[in-house]
């Protein structure tokens, strides 16, 4: 028994941690449990490099991508189709910016940290809708 949970605990190890990686399911729904319409729940999510975030279209008309000036550096963007779940595996750390295409300006974003990180000072520098800007300034408070 001993040598069973030496072994696995030396092959996460070797494996990076990659066993104890979490999974976390954000909705994209038409209208939120506190009565919000256009959002992802949850809005913010806090995890570390090698989590899995699954977007799952629970209403129609949907997808996640990430927006161009909100990646940190080095890491590589996602894009989801409308209507179709994504699962992303986000290994760099940083401040993630993420939009529902079709309502971006309606202000349907979320916010991924990823690591033990602050929010870059450009992050919502650019071109942001009014309520988008609005709800990602509420996500990063969370921080």
Known sequence: MIRTVATG???????GGAAFAETFEVKMLNKGTDGDRM????AFVQ????????????DKGHNAETLGGMLPEGAEGFKGKINEEISVTLDTEG?????CKPHYAM????TIAVGDVEVPDNFLEGRVPKRAKARFEDQLSNM
Do not use: H, K
Request: charged residues 5%; negative net charge; glycine residues 10%.
């Open 107 to 110: 202000g349907m974003v979320m």
């Open 39 to 42: 959002v992802f729940e949850p």
């Open 47 to 58: 995890a570390a490099p090698g989590d899995t975030i699954n977007f799952v279209a629970a």
């Open 9 to 15: 605990l030396a092959l996460a190890v070797l494996m």
């Open 95 to 99: 401040v993630y910016g993420v939009i």
